[in-house]
């Protein structure tokens, strides 16, 4: 068996740890119950999921990765408490990677942004006004999300530290769930990382897109950026709060070879995870060609990086989305493991996928999302949003958001008819 030896030492500690071991025990004595389940594919599929993973201890939580909620946090059994059923129908839907509720929930609570400008999933900067979501209303949202089971919280934006009530925001998210900020760095002062880590906040998440000064700021649409960033890595780092630096890698710094040395450099700012985007058209990633999606060739290099870096201690830990998305893990995650709220309470499946189902202020989210999640039930081992982008005429290509609340009947582009490599091998599948 190929085990990362850089996980050794953390997988010591985990095996020792008693919240783990009972933990790995209820989950083994639930699938039991169903006589497809076996112990030996349980362990495979586990270590399946390590063999290219860094196993980092952050104070008294271990982290597979910013994507999975930390493994001996009350938030870690969202994984489980989501799937459907009971007695041996959980293992089966498990494998079949059926949900209740996702795992993940990201919102925008502001469209304000550090140039003084407004961002909008529409239309990139604009000067239209957005007022914050509102704090109750937010607040509120936030315990139904809570309610439901979800996992991991984040809170993104615009830029969500130029709300002074953001303090208040996290302090409203109890222990079910881990929470993050999506940051440019912006405000990120040492007194405010020491604030939000006293309000419960779990990590911080910094937009990091060029290790040329000039070229960062441009990209991020403000003097000073760079800076900015560079500071929060290390104010959030002080503060203990755990820090990922997230680059929407695009073909110019794969193709130069840049990627490793900047991934050297972001764990030189001390990052604790990397994590790499591949590049899409909509959201905060930016306004780009239908050209600049990457190929399959290149996703592969994306995700070469992913194993390389994280079987090197010379190196920072590096999670790379199209990896953990991938047919060989879990596939798309789209609706079922994540799902998304813009700024204005309309719910999707994911930032990327160009279709909304509703608002979260006028439909109960939980009602909504049972609602979206039937468009998206059956495993999809590629990217939905790209299935759904590359259909697309060039000319509406741009075009975000839709508003469609059903996908019609006809539409099968979705449903996947392989099971992710993760599934395949807790099921037991060679
Ligand atoms: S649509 Fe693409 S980006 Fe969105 S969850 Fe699925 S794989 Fe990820």
Same mark, same amino acid.
């Given at each position: 068996?190929?085990?990362? @030896?850089? +996980? ?8 020792? /740890? ?9 989950? !083994? ?13 349980? @362990?495979?599929?586990?270590? !399946? ?33 989501? @799937? ?15 949900? =209740? ?29 957005? +007022?914050?979501?509102?704090?109750? =209303? ?40 881990? /929470?993050?900020?999506? /940051? ?13 880590? /006293? ?24 003097? %000073?950026?760079? !800076? ?20 929407? $890698? ?16 972001? %764990? ?14 909509? %959201? ?47 596939? $798309? ?10 700024? !204005? ?45 590359? =259909?697309?005429?060039?000319? =509406? ?34």
């Amino acid at each position: 068996m190929n085990v990362n @030896i850089i +996980n050794m030492s953390a997988i010591v500690k985990m095996i020792v /740890s008693s919240s783990i071991v009972k933990k790995t025990w209820q989950i !083994h004595k639930l699938f039991s119950e169903n006589e497809e389940y076996s112990l030996k594919n349980l @362990i495979r599929s586990i270590h !399946h999921l390590l063999k290219y993973e860094r196993i980092l201890q952050h104070q008294n939580t271990f982290v597979i990765s910013s994507f999975i909620p930390p493994i001996n946090t009350k938030a870690f059994g969202s994984l489980f408490d989501g @799937i459907p059923g009971s007695g041996g129908n959980l293992f089966e839907n498990f494998v079949k990677g059926k949900r =209740k509720f996702p795992v993940w929930i990201n919102i925008d609570i502001t469209s304000r942004y550090p140039n003084n400008k407004y961002l909008d999933g529409d239309s990139g900067f604009s000067e239209r006004h957005f +007022n914050d979501m509102e704090r109750e =209303k937010l607040i509120s949202l936030i315990n139904e999300i809570q309610d439901m089971g979800v996992g991991i919280i984040g809170l993104a934006g615009g830029e969500p530290l130029l709300r002074n009530d953001l303090e208040e925001i996290v302090e409203n998210i109890d222990d079910r769930s881990v /929470s993050y900020v999506y /940051s440019t760095g912006y405000g990120l002062t040492s007194q405010r990382a020491r604030d939000l880590k /006293s309000a419960g906040l779990y990590g911080i998440i910094i937009d990091f897109q060029s290790m040329n000064e000039g070229e960062h700021d441009e990209k991020m649409g403000f003097n %000073g950026a760079y !800076h900015y960033a560079v500071n929060a890595i290390e104010n959030s780092k002080k503060a203990e709060l755990y820090t990922v630096s997230r680059t929407f $890698c695009n073909r110019e710094l794969l193709e130069k070879e840049t990627m490793l040395e900047f991934i050297k450099f972001l %764990g030189q700012c001390g990052v604790d995870e990397v994590r790499l985007m591949e590049p899409m058209p909509f %959201g905060k990633s930016g306004r780009i060609s239908r050209d600049e999606l990457f190929t399959d060739d290149e996703r592969k290099k994306l995700i070469e990086l992913h194993m390389l870096c994280n079987k090197d201690a010379n190196l920072p830990k590096v999670s790379v989305c199209s990896y953990f998305e991938s047919r060989e893990m879990f596939g $798309c995650g789209a609706a079922g493991y994540y799902s998304f709220i813009d700024i !204005h309470g309309d719910l999707y499946p994911c930032d990327y996928i160009p279709f909304n189902f509703g608002n979260v202020f006028e439909t109960p989210i939980k009602a909504l999302w049972k609602k979206m999640y039937k468009s998206f039930e059956t495993p999809e081992v590629h990217c939905r949003s790209l299935i759904c982008l590359g =259909k697309m005429e060039r000319d =509406k290509f741009q075009q975000y958001p839709q508003r469609v609340k059903t996908l019609p009947e006809s539409c099968k582009t979705c449903c996947g008819q392989v099971t992710p490599g993760f599934y395949k091998i807790l099921g037991g599948e060679k």
